[in-house]
């Protein structure tokens, strides 16, 4: 996580190419001390898989096989609530790729 953050400005090539309209990745730490990493993306139907020509794409889906659980699964979304204008304006990056 700490290179996520500190290569953020590297993500907006793939964000972009991706019709990603958010992503999120968030930490649990049990009571018997294991830990659980959530992660959370929404993105157009149209857009490109994870660019792993990009040095980001390669080291984000490297980590990605070695962290994520056998059998994990991708979830379907289905209720999302958010102000109408930022709506609106995801509804038509994940389209378009413009804002």
Partial sequence: MNELNDRYDEHEAAVSAERQIFE???KSTEADGQVWIYHLSLMGMEGEPL???LPMGADHAAYGRRAKEPGWEELEPKFMLTPNNLR?????WAATGTA
């Fill in 24 to 26: 999120a990745t968030f």
């Fill in 51 to 53: 660019d792993e020509q």
């Fill in 88 to 92: 609106e304006l995801m509804e038509k």
